[in-house]
């Protein structure tokens, strides 16, 4: 069990590239979210996967921003026409729902994006 | 209202004392609730989870639940400067198949 690993650690982009994110959770978590935090906030919740299924997606998620988990395994976050506005932190956590919600998420080390 | 609450803080504790942080959160229908801590540049790391009423110790920390006035707190005692973080709250259940996650508060623990 390596934990949750994302990369890059850190993207620093031109406003208007797509950038692509990859989370790989702990090998037997079915679950996997997607968090930003940005400065002084908590966590903001994204998305979400069972498996390889999206089970559910924030409104406050634009349709420049997409995710995937082909076979169910690793993750990607796209973004589409970056904004200044997307700079912020992404956090990627996986859990298993055999274990039950008492064991919470476990959080990777995150990805720092700033759009210049 | 926000679905989870907490004082942004600073919380300023000497040394050796106790820190107490609070939250509230909305949805009676919530199940379980965790504590994480999160170092400044670093990802949030889990140090507790309850979901009973009651109060639940493990080593210098102590959370405590009252779903009746839908309130959760952790307690640090014997604070240390390495304690000096930003704790978060975060609560599961109800209406929500996710964790909701509170600001948090930044918690300065001084030599």
């Known amino acids: 069990d390596t934990g949750v690993s994302q990369d890059p650690r850190h993207k620093i982009t031109k406003r208007g590239q797509n950038v692509t994110f990859r989370c790989d959770p702990i090998?037997?978590?079915?679950?996997l979210y997607w968090y930003r935090q940005t400065l002084g906030q908590g966590p903001e919740f994204l998305t979400y996967?069972?498996?390889?299924?999206?089970?559910?997606k924030s409104r406050l998620l634009s349709d420049r921003f997409s995710a995937e988990r082909p076979k169910g395994s690793f993750s990607t976050l796209e973004i589409q026409r970056t904004e200044q506005g997307d700079s912020a932190m992404y956090l990627c956590?996986?859990?298993?729902?055999?274990?039950?919600?008492?064991?919470?998420?476990?959080f990777g080390s995150g990805t720092r994006l700033t759009v210049v | 209202q926000k679905e989870v609450e907490q004082n942004s803080g600073p919380l300023s504790v000497p040394e050796g004392a106790i820190a107490s942080l609070n939250c509230t959160y909305s949805?009676?229908?919530?199940?379980?609730f965790f504590w994480y801590r999160q170092y400044s540049g670093k990802s949030p790391e889990l140090i507790m989870f309850?979901?009973?009423?009651g109060d639940k110790e493990d080593g210098r920390f102590t959370a405590q639940l009252n779903k009746a006035s839908q309130y959760v707190s952790l307690l640090i005692r014997d604070s240390q400067p390495s304690d000096s973080a930003t704790y978060l709250c975060?609560?599961?259940?109800?209406?929500?198949?996710?964790?909701?996650f509170g600001t948090g508060t930044l918690l300065a623990v001084q030599p």
């Open positions: 956590a996986s859990s298993s729902t055999t274990r039950g919600w008492n064991y919470g998420y476990t």
């Open positions: 090998s037997e978590h079915n679950r």
């Open positions: 996967f069972q498996n390889e299924a999206q089970l559910e």
């Open positions: 949805d009676r229908g919530s199940q379980s």
């Open positions: 309850i979901y009973s009423n």
């Open positions: 975060a609560v599961y259940g109800g209406a929500t198949n996710k964790l909701i």
